[in-house]
Each structure stands twice: as structure tokens, then as C-alpha cells.
């Protein structure tokens, strides 16, 4: 039988005549995480990689190349994007050609480099029960899931791209994780309301406004009419000041309300390794609560905060 990713380049070599490119992942010049790969060449597909590498959610590119008929490799997080741009009919479906796969966790860079003090050389990863092995320079080293997963991947809660087209090797559940610490949302909520607020300024002292997190979102669409440089009205001055920093924060998780995938590329590209995921993460419980919905789930369903009612029956339960 053939493996995943020999499977996955064979799907790809007969779909790629009837479209104008297939993204996917390949080795990028560090060892620790692959880079997107654009195909329009068959040549290149020989480039392709799959592995717990493949942290990028590749979904983010969609919107700007909507208009072409493109296809795109999906992990279960980011089938999960996918399918709430369809939902918010910010890409069409007939154009889009998704391979699925399942995906056994996403190793954190960051993690592996402090926990296994490696870097440059990792030639391969693998995933087997509770453990990854990383084999670098001709040796094999190991770490428990807890220590070198990403956070989104403790939590997972579908491992498999369950909207696709193509659906590459076999079926299975999220990664089992033994060891995994007590999540940042979990410890914030089990505090008060003014450590809470003492937390998140605390942290956005160390935010340096680089904005990495809103332009990996896939889901952050406003472009050019981004809150943070509008001027008219004024949502977010320049002085650095954590209050300001948080208001962008704020504006990005309410725009994200219900519609954010967890998918951790605000994190993942975030400099200064800010837990700002656990403000989307908290107002998706949230919607979840009120409204049973996860987003990313249903390409039929309407994302409850699209939709308008006089009378919101879900809200007066809660007495609110
Ligand atoms: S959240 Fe799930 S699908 Fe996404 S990378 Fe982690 S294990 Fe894979
Ligand atoms: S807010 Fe963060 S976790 Fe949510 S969809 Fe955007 S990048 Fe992904
Ligand atoms: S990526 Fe991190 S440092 Fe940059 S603006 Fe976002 S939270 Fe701040």
C-alpha cells in the first residue's frame, strides 16, 4: 500500500491539468517547519512533504486567489478554516479542490529548539502513541507529545480534514496526549475578573505591535480597513501603552467571535510568543454555550453571528 504521501502526490499529479495551481507544504530552510509550496509545475510535486511539520494553515491564502480554481492539502484544522470561509461565501466551493488528510499533531518549533536543544538537521518526525521521535544527524531523539506539540493539538477536536475532495490514507483520532499542561484558558478562568485584566496587561508589555497575528489569520479579512490603522474612527491610538494593545487584541477576537477555527497561526506567528489564541479560544466557549455551534464545522450552516433575530431566544435563557 502506498504511504500518505505518495498517495497524496498521485491525487495531486491527476488533478493538477484542471487547475491553475495545488498549495501544499515542502522543506523550508528550517529543519523544524515546512514552508507552502505553490504548484503549478508537475515537476515540483516530487517536492512535496507531510509530516507533523506541516504547521502552516495553508487556508489563509484562499481569499486572495479566489477567482482561480485552486487546489489546497488540509489537515483537520484547516479543512476547519476552509469550510467557514465557505460558510461566510468568501471562497466558492467549485473552485476549490481540497486533499484531506489526517493529521497526527504539529510540533512546535519554539518547543523542540528549548526542550530537545535542537535545531538546524531534523531530517524526519514521528508521531507513535504519546511520543515524537526526531531524527537528526543519523540519531533519533525523543520528547513526550506534551513537551513539543503545539497548544492548539492538546485540544484537538478533529484530526482528520472531514470536508474534502480527495481524502489521502486512512482515518483516525486527534492525538492522544497524556502530559499536556493545564490550558492558559483554563487557568484564566479559574481566576478573577482583575487578574484576568492583570494578566493580559502583563502580557501585552511584551507585544511589540508587529501585527504578525492579524495577517497569519485566515479568517482576518478586513485587509487595508484593519481597526488598527484606521484613523476615521479612531479605534487604537500609537502610544505604547498595553491598554492600546489590548483593544486590539479585543477588536481582533470580537471580529473572530465564533468564526475563529483555533487553527493557533496568530500564536504560532506571534514574536513574542503571546497566548493571544485564548482570547478567541474564551469567546468561542462562549458561542458555544449560547448558540451549541462550532465554527468550521457545517459548510451549510449560517455562523450564528451572521444572522439577525428580534427576539434572540438562546440569549433571554441566560437572563442576560
Ligand atoms: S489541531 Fe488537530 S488537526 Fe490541527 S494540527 Fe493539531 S492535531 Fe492536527
Ligand atoms: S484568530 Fe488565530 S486561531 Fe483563530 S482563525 Fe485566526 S489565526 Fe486561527
Ligand atoms: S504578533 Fe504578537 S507581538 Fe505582534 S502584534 Fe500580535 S500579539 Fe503583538
Known sequence: MASPIEELKTAIRQALPDLDMV???????????????????????????????????????????????????????????????????LIDREDVTIFGLHCQGA?????????????????????????????????????????????????CTGADAEVCDHFIG?????????DAPVSTLDMLEAMGMEDRLHFWEDQMTKCIRCYACRSACPLCVCQDHCAAQS??????????HPREKLMFQALHALHTAGRCTECGECERACPM???????KQALNRQIKDIFDYQAGTDPDKTPP?????????HIKERKW
Open 273 to 279: 510568543d503571546l497566548p493571544i489564541m485564548t482570547l
Open 23 to 89: 498549495i501544499a507544504w515542502t522543506a523550508g530552510p528550517d529543519s523544524l517547519s515546512h514552508t507552502p509550496l505553490f504548484i503549478t509545475d508537475a515537476a515540483d510535486i516530487e517536492r512535496i512533504e507531510w509530516d507533523s511539520r506541516c504547521s502552516q494553515n495553508l487556508a489563509g491564502y484562499l481569499t486572495s486567489l479566489r477567482g482561480k480554481k485552486v487546489g489546497i492539502v488540509a489537515k483537520g484544522c484547516d479543512a476547519r478554516t476552509i469550510v467557514e470561509l465557505l460558510q461566510e461565501k
Open 107 to 155: 510540533v512546535d518549533a519554539r518547543k523542540v529548539r528549548t526542550e530537545l536543544k535542537v535545531g538546524r538537521g531534523v531530517q524526519g518526525v514521528t508521531i507513535d502513541g504519546g511520543a515524537a521521535s526526531f531524527a537528526v544527524n543519523g540519531e533519533t531523539q525523543t520528547a513526550r507529545l506534551g513537551q513539543v506539540l503545539q497548544e492548539k493539538c492538546f485540544r
Open 170 to 178: 486512512e482515518h483516525g483520532q486527534p492525538p492522544q496526549v497524556d
Open 231 to 240: 484613523r476615521d474612527p479612531h479605534w487604537v491610538d500609537q502610544t505604547d
Open 305 to 313: 453571528l451572521f444572522q439577525f433575530r428580534e427576539e434572540e431566544e
